[in-house]
């Protein structure tokens, strides 16, 4: 089962098992060196204004983040996008550890990643093939007019923009980042199959093996108005039995205001999909709504 704010497979027995276990001086360790190495070339004039989860500013947290939510089918739709387009230069708005960012510059894309979250970045800009992305800290503001042919908002980025106003602001933003008729892909959640009613405690209950050792992980939820989502995300890190919990909120935009939001915006719904295989969108049926919009 999808839950949270990412693409995480939190659900029992569908998460990925790594063997290994890290000593406890390694966590400690690993937490003050993420708080100290200084990223290459983040500008601090940009620094984020956005308040942030918990899940991605601990570096915990962020070293358990493409654990709990590896590469999945999305990336494929993502990818094949940027390829039909023949896109030269692709922004992913919300990148996070930039793990697509990655993949698609080592498939030859040139890629702006960009995120407010720094330890997210920094973690990205640790990984192999990190030298191949430019990396900007901040979010839709920090952009600028980028001459994009593709930008892409994954892991449910797009529910992060709580207010009517902060969506709006952020996609006018995002449009500037693009060139004239350039292209916007994001999926959503779809409100109307009320996804959070299954991200109970029991459902969502996962126990197993992570790069820090065995955790324990659930959701529940908090207050669900059919518009907006509050949630406490709980890990317990077995070996040393600390309990860290978070809350999140995210806003669950219909398909009408979605179409409604980015043709105010400047954009124009080209394409839902109902799936990451392209499947027709049914709003009574699929849990996400894949969007392709295009820049007027
Ligand atoms: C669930 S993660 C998705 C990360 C990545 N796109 C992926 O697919 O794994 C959500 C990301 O949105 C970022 N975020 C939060 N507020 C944002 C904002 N206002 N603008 C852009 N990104 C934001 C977070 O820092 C986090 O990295």
Not at 61 to 87: C, I, K, S, T, W
Not at 115 to 125: F, I, K, N, T, V
Not at 249 to 265: D, N, Y
Request: hydrophobic content about 40%.
């Amino acid at each position: 089962m999808k839950t949270g704010c990412g693409r995480g497979v939190i659900g029992r027995g569908e998460c990925q098992l790594q063997d290994f276990v890290v000593p406890v001086a390694f966590l400690v360790f690993s937490t003050i060196l993420s708080g100290c190495i200084c990223a290459f070339g983040l500008p601090p004039s940009i620094a984020p204004k956005t308040m942030l989860d918990l899940h991605y500013t601990d570096a915990r947290l962020v070293a358990l983040y493409e654990h709990d939510n590896p590469r999945g089918a999305d990336y494929d739709f993502y990818l094949g996008l940027a390829q039909q387009l023949g896109a030269g230069k692709v922004v992913d708005l919300g990148c996070g550890t930039g793990l697509l960012a990655r993949e698609l510059a080592a498939e030859g894309f040139e890629v702006t990643a960009a995120d407010p979250a720094r330890a997210m970045l920094e973690y990205g800009q640790r990984q192999p093939g990190a030298q191949r992305v430019e990396w900007v800290l901040g979010g839709a503001e920090a952009l600028g007019a980028q001459g994009a042919d593709l930008l892409v908002m994954t892991g449910n980025v797009a529910q992060v923009f709580l207010t009517d106003l902060d969506w709006g602001r952020a996609l006018r933003r995002m449009a500037k980042a693009l060139k004239p008729d350039g292209m916007l892909a994001f999926e959503s959640r779809n409100p109307v199959v009320r996804p959070w009613e299954r991200w109970t405690r029991q459902n969502t209950h996962h126990q197993g093996q992570t790069p820090l050792g065995m955790v324990t992980s659930w959701l529940e939820v908090l207050r669900a108005d059919g518009q907006s989502v509050t949630f406490t995300s709980h890990k317990v890190f077995e070996d040393h039995g600390e309990h860290v919990s978070w809350e999140s909120t995210l806003r669950f935009r219909s398909h009408r205001e979605l179409v409604v939001s980015l043709k105010e915006a400047g954009f124009e719904v080209r394409h839902t999909h109902g799936g990451w295989r392209r499947e027709p969108f049914a709003e009574g049926r699929n849990a996400t709504m894949v969007v392709v919009a295009q820049r007027m």
